[in-house]
């Protein structure tokens, strides 16, 4: 079945360790997002790459960054995680990112600080 | 931005029992969806409906696009149904889907 994959479900690090999140994709969608689910909070989104321009959001902080090397995969770099930046990060993609775009999830990542 | 609230932020429901969700938003959108995240965080589409009515089984919804407002109908509810339900709304110009407040709803035996 085509499906977003998302590498490993958990992730477990210290303070100030760069970590990197994986995603991945058998839809051959152009684009793929990152998002950052708090908890108890919606998810918001981090930055997303059609094909492969990337688009930050305004609000997104520097700590974060991102590397699509192909289609299939796009990854999520944590340069210095902080115990804020605890939280569950999604990898969505949808076909030509176009506002009426259907997004389709990852089951998530969930990171911890310590 | 657009403003997205959902309503009722908790929701308790008995086995069986029916219940409607709503979604209010601020501002015309493009784009609709709801989704189901299940406890171990997966976010599941459940409907595109940016207007109009759907139905899949026991979930359908409604948006009524000039009054600003979806409804995700559950009937009959099962336990497997708990978890949040998430609204998103997507507008010309933004390609990021804004996403509701949640409603978190238990389904209990």
């Known amino acids: 079945d085509a499906m977003v994959i998302q590498n490993p479900r958990y992730q477990v690090t210290q303070f100030g360790k760069p970590v990197t999140l994986s995603c991945s994709q058998t839809l051959n969608h152009n684009v793929m997002y990152w998002y950052q689910q708090k908890s108890s909070q919606a998810p918001k989104l981090l930055f997303h790459y059609y094909d492969k321009d990337f688009n930050n959001e305004a609000d997104t902080p520097d700590n974060f960054q991102s590397r699509r090397p192909n289609t299939s995969f796009c990854f999520l770099d944590i340069r210095s995680p902080g115990l804020g930046d605890a939280a569950m990060y999604l990898c969505?993609?949808?076909?030509?990112?176009?506002?009426?775009?259907?997004?389709?999830f990852g089951p998530g990542t969930r990171l911890t600080v310590l | 931005g657009i403003q997205v609230e959902q309503s009722p932020p908790d929701l308790i429901l008995q086995e069986g029992a029916n219940s409607t969700l709503r979604c209010n938003f601020s501002?015309?959108?493009?784009?609709l969806q709801w989704f189901h995240q299940n406890p171990w965080g997966q976010l599941i589409n459940l409907f595109y409906?940016?207007?109009g009515t759907k139905q899949n089984g026991r979930l359908s919804a409604t948006t009524v696009a000039t009054e600003r407002y979806s409804l995700l109908y559950i009937s009959s509810s099962q336990t497997t149904d708990s978890g949040v339900y998430f609204c998103a709304v997507g507008q010309t110009g933004a390609n990021n889907l804004f996403f509701g407040t949640g409603t978190r709803l238990t389904v209990i035996p």
């Open positions: 969505a993609t949808s076909i030509y990112g176009g506002v009426t775009d259907t997004q389709y």
């Open positions: 501002d015309s959108v493009n784009n």
């Open positions: 409906i940016p207007s």
